[in-house]
């Protein structure tokens, strides 16, 4: 999905800013998470990340999970 693997930083705010990226690169987060099995609750500004040292691609994650929670609610940064 392109939305994974690009997303454009064009403006200081609104679309095609850093907050947009941010909230894409947490939403593809999420999915590898959901995608191992954990259940993912985050409120309005809550942020997911995962750092490239830990996985930069899904099959890499789902590799190296170590199922290490299975529910994740607030912000979370996932590193090596």
């Known amino acids: 999905?392109?939305?994974d693997e690009f997303a454009p930083v064009k403006n200081a705010s609104g679309?095609?800013?850093p907050e947009t990226t941010r909230q894409l690169?947490?939403?593809c987060y999420a999915t590898w998470l959901q995608a191992a099995g954990?259940?993912?609750?985050?409120?309005?500004g809550e942020l997911i990340e995962v750092?490239?040292?830990?996985?930069?691609?899904?099959?890499?994650?789902?590799?190296k999970w170590d199922?290490?929670?299975d529910k994740i609610?607030?912000?979370f940064?996932?590193?090596?």
């Not at 830990?54 to 890499?60: E, K, L, P, W, Y």
């Not at 940064?77 to 090596?80: M, N, Q, S």
């Open 1 to 3: 999905d392109r939305n």
């Open 15 to 17: 679309s095609d800013s």
């Open 25 to 27: 690169s947490s939403d």
């Open 38 to 44: 954990v259940e993912v609750v985050l409120g309005d």
């Open 51 to 63: 750092s490239p040292l830990f996985a930069a691609t899904r099959q890499q994650f789902l590799t």
């Open 67 to 69: 199922k290490r929670t």
């Open 73 to 75: 609610s607030g912000d």
């Open 77 to 80: 940064y996932l590193e090596a």
